[in-house]
C-alpha cells in the first residue's frame, strides 16, 4: 500500500458487523476449529468448502478459487503487528497523509475525470473531493491496490482464531463475487485483510455496493475507475450522505465519512483532504 498502516486497526469491520452476523447466521455449523499456527489449515480449508457449496456457492467456483490457496505467515504478522497509529494527534497523523504532493496528484486527477465526477455526483450527491479524497488515501489514487491474494489472505484470517467468525464471512463472500462474474480469483489482489480495489471495500461491501457504472457488464474496483469511484460513492450515500451538507466534524455528513473507517482521526483526514482539494481552508 501506499499507506499501508493507515486503515489496518479497524478492517471496516464494524460498519460491516449487521452484514457479518447476517450471513453467519445463514450459514451451516462450522465443524473444523480454528488455530493459531499452519498445522491445521489444510483441514480447515477442507471443511470450509464443504461449508461453501451448502452456503450456495458452486463446487466449481469453491475449487478454483481455494485449491492454491495457503496459509500466509505475512498476513499474521500484520494482524499481530497493529500499532498504534489511530492513537497519533489529528495533527500528526494528518500531515503525514495530506501533503502538497497527495493535493497536487488529486486535484490533477480531479480535473481529468471532472466529467466522471459530475456524473457521479448527480447520481449520489457525494462531492468529487470527498471520493477523490477516499481514493487518495486508500490507495494514493489506485497507484497501489495491494499486493496480497485474497483469497489466501481471507483464508488465513478466517482460519485464525482472533477473528474467525468475521473472516469466514468475508471469504464466503469473496467466492460470491467470482460466481457472480465480477472478478476471476487470479485477479483478486488486495490489502492484507481482504480489501479490494481502487478505495479499498472487504469483499461483503463490494458485494453490497459495488457498481456497474460504465455498463460494461462488471463491477470492477480494480481496473476500473468508474466503477471503483462511484461504488465509494453509492456507500457513501447508502450510509446517510446528505447533499449539500458539510463533511467536516460537527457537520451532518462526517458521521457518514465515519461509516466509512470509524477512526476519528482518519475521518477527520478525509475531510481536510478533501477540503484542500476542492481549495476550502479550514
Known amino acids: 500500500m501506499a499507506d499501508p498502516l493507515h486503515r489496518i486497526a479497524f478492517f471496516k469491520a464494524a460498519r460491516l458487523f449487521a ?116 481514493w487518495g488515501l486508500e490507495t494514493g489514487y489506485g497507484a497501489d491496490n495491494g499486493r496480497f491474494p485474497i483469497f489466501s489472505a481471507l483464508a488465513t484470517l478466517a482460519y485464525d482464531c482472533r477473528r474467525a467468525e468475521t473472516f469466514r464471512a468475508e471469504l464466503l463472500d469473496a467466492l460470491r463475487i467470482v460466481e457472480r462474474g465480477d472478478m476471476k480469483p487470479e485477479e483478486m489482489r488486495g490489502d492484507w485483510a481482504g480489501e479490494i480495489g481502487q478505495t479499498q471495500l472487504l469483499p461483503s461491501s463490494y458485494l453490497q455496493f459495488a457498481v456497474d457504472f460504465n455498463g460494461d457488464g462488471t463491477r470492477d474496483l480494480i481496473r476500473d475507475t468508474a466503477d471503483a469511484l462511484a461504488s465509494t460513492a453509492n456507500f457513501l450515500q447508502a450510509k446517510g450522505w446528505r447533499r449539500g451538507e458539510g463533511f467536516r466534524e460537527g457537520e451532518p455528513n462526517f458521521a457518514v465519512l465515519l461509516e466509512w473507517n470509524k477512526a476519528r482521526v482518519y475521518a477527520k483526514t478525509i475531510a481536510r483532504l478533501a477540503q484542500a482539494l476542492s481549495g476550502e481552508t479550514e
Request: proline share 4%.
Open 19 to 134: 452484514t457479518v452476523l447476517c450471513g453467519f447466521a445463514a450459514a451451516p455449523a462450522f465443524a473444523a476449529p480454528c488455530g493459531d499456527d499452519p498445522s491445521g489449515f489444510r483441514a480447515w480449508i477442507s471443511a470450509f468448502k464443504e461449508e461453501a457449496a451448502a452456503s450456495g456457492v458452486s463446487r466449481a467456483v469453491i475449487e478454483r478459487a481455494l485449491r492454491d490457496v495457503s496459509y500466509d505467515r505475512r498476513v499474521i504478522g500484520r494482524d499481530r503487528g497493529q500499532g498504534g497509529v489511530f492513537k497519533k494527534s489529528f495533527e500528526d497523523f494528518s500531515a503525514r497523509l495530506v501533503t502538497p504532493r497527495r493535493v497536487s496528484r488529486g486535484k490533477a486527477l480531479m480535473r481529468r475525470h471532472a466529467a466522471l465526477l459530475a456524473k457521479i455526483e448527480r447520481q449520489y450527491g457525494v462531492p468529487s473531493a470527498v471520493v477523490v479524497a477516499i
